[in-house]
């Protein structure tokens, strides 16, 4: 096991040069996947292994629930023993639990109140409310999931924003970013070192919602129009929501990508870039990860069932 079973927490820093490279390189769909798999990979990787530092760590110590096999000196030789560091792992590892517990809740909650909220309004794929300040939103739930926008931003919009408003929000629940969103803020959570891949997933995800509302539209100048404007009226509206089921990016560089030309749907960088050196390399930290916890979780489980034989 030895010095493998730390890698995985640490590893997530080999990623965060793919995480502002994705954004500008590569198509907001592929960015989006690409960082998200990472993301989740090395979140569970290092969990993993955090848990197996917390049972090596503190397996010597009195009263401990495991074997009594685990005092043997063979035992002792062949496990890393920290107590500090395995004392250490034990809130370290209720930090997380709690961190990614309390997200699950409360992204479950938002949905609950946003549908509640609905309850009154027909069952279409659009939900207008009357009211006077202006945002919408991609409320997914059920089959398809519903777009929610009040009567003041669609006051403010020409028809062919309105159109290119209802195309962005529809690409959100068409792709499923909740989804993606979601599990990028777990693995923030599980370790802080993915933090800036959140970031980037969540303004990847707003692209991917852009480029798909353009190409439904036909004009990326109309899209752009339409994404400044409703920044520009927006003062309030329900953050909670926004938060739990996406999340507006940086407007100035949305309208700035849709102003210039469309990006290429390459599915994997170049090796020759600076984008593929990233890529590679954030994926090369994924699968040491992988095998560092793996190998870690496997010689654990070998040397638990030499100690207390059946």
Request: some cysteine.
């Amino acid at each position: 096991m030895g010095v493998f079973v730390f890698l995985p927490i640490v590893l997530p820093l080999t990623a965060w040069p793919i995480a502002r490279l994705a954004e500008q390189h590569l198509h907001p769909r592929t960015a989006t996947k690409l960082l998200t798999g990472v993301a989740a990979v090395m979140a569970l990787c290092s969990t993993v292994c955090l848990a197996l530092v917390m049972v090596v760590g503190t397996a010597q110590l009195p009263g401990n629930p495991l074997p009594d096999g685990w005092s043997d000196p063979e035992v002792r030789a062949a496990v890393p023993y920290d107590e500090v560091v395995g004392k250490a792992a034990i809130p370290a590892l209720c930090l997380v639990v709690v961190a990614c517990g309390r997200t699950l809740w409360r992204h479950r909650r938002v949905r609950r109140r946003a549908h509640r909220a609905l309850a009154g309004l027909p069952g279409t794929g659009v939900a207008v409310l009357p009211d006077e300040v202006p945002y919408a939103y991609a409320l997914p739930g059920g089959r398809q999931g519903r777009v929610v926008v009040t009567t003041a931003m669609l006051d403010c919009l020409e028809p062919a924003e309105r159109r290119a408003l209802f195309a962005h929000e529809r690409a959100h629940l068409t792709a499923r970013h909740h989804r993606f969103l979601l599990t990028v803020q777990l693995a923030a959570r599980a370790n802080p070192f993915l933090r800036p891949l959140r970031t980037a997933v969540a303004y990847a995800a707003e692209r991917w919602a852009d480029e798909e509302a353009a190409r439904v539209v036909g004009s990326r100048r109309t899209v752009a129009g339409a994404i400044g404007k409703a920044a520009l009226v927006t003062r309030g509206g329900p953050p909670a929501a926004l938060a739990g089921f996406a999340a507006p990016g940086p407007v100035p560089r949305r309208v700035a990508a849709l102003l210039g030309p469309a990006p290429q749907a390459r599915r994997w960088p170049s090796l020759f870039t600076s984008a593929g050196l990233a890529a590679w390399g954030a994926a090369a930290g994924t699968a040491v990860s992988a095998m560092a916890s793996a190998n870690s979780a496997v010689t654990m489980v070998l040397i638990l069932r030499a100690a207390t034989p059946l």
